[in-house]
């Protein structure tokens, strides 16, 4: 997949990660980005395309999908966490997690793909794409396992088209969601960066951080050994 010339598409790119790639894909020569968000008056990256798309409105995804035609790649950044543990007093943030995370990805995928023959899809997801971290983090981590497996299914179901499919993981950027976190976090620009550059390279799965490469070589051991030390195991 070669950016440079491509027509590109990013979900939730007012802010964090999502600006970062509409920035980088323009850097990289796309000749069109369309950045997205529920209000695309927040939107100040020079040269994009602003496009109203709210990913867990029908209706809006496929006004989006009308306006831009054929399209060469989709960036499926836009995302939530909340507060949202599985036994808490309620599910109804589990249940915006899924929305967004699963359904709003699945979603935007199915009304871009047939217009992504021969392009490529980048789906973010998440080291808790394959741990559970804190209860109030476990809604968020189910639904980004269920992303991990979409971006798995989406990848054979989309082969017969030639459209590539690469997941991005990450535990820890410099993002509105991790403000709260005081540790070391990597700059938006430089996990973009690996992305495209996975991207381009035509990976599969790009692993942007050390924490991330660690929860999933566990994966192959005794979760006991994992869960006994989790610090140890993200940063050991």
Do not use: C
């Amino acid at each position: 997949m070669q950016i440079n010339g491509a027509k590109a598409l990013v979900t939730g790119a007012n802010r964090g990660l999502g600006k970062a790639f509409a920035e980088a894909l323009l850097a990289r020569g796309a000749t069109t980005v369309y950045a997205t968000a529920r209000r695309p008056d927040r939107i100040d990256i020079p040269g994009v395309v602003p496009l109203r798309l709210d990913i867990t409105d029908p209706a809006s995804i496929e006004a989006a999908a009308a306006e831009v035609g054929d399209l060469d790649i989709l960036v499926n950044n836009a995302g939530i966490s909340s507060n949202a543990p599985l036994l808490g007093p309620s599910t109804e943030n589990i249940r915006r997690e899924f929305d967004t995370n699963f359904w709003g990805t699945l979603n935007v995928t199915r009304a871009f793909a047939p217009r992504l023959a021969g392009g490529a899809i980048l789906t973010v997801i998440s080291a808790l794409s394959w741990y559970a971290f804190a209860p109030a983090s476990n809604g968020y981590a189910a639904s980004k396992a269920a992303e991990w497996s979409l971006t798995n299914g989406l990848r054979l179901e989309l082969a017969d088209q030639k459209t590539q499919v690469t997941a991005l993981a990450l535990a820890i950027a410099d993002t509105d969601m991790m403000a709260g976190f005081d540790i070391p976090k990597l700059p938006p620009h430089e996990v973009v960066a690996q992305a495209l550059d996975g991207l381009e390279a035509g990976k599969l799965e790009v692993i942007a951080d050390k924490p991330t490469a660690n929860v999933k070589a566990s994966l192959a051991h005794d979760p006991a050994l994992f869960y006994a030390d989790i610090p140890a195991a993200l940063f050991g």
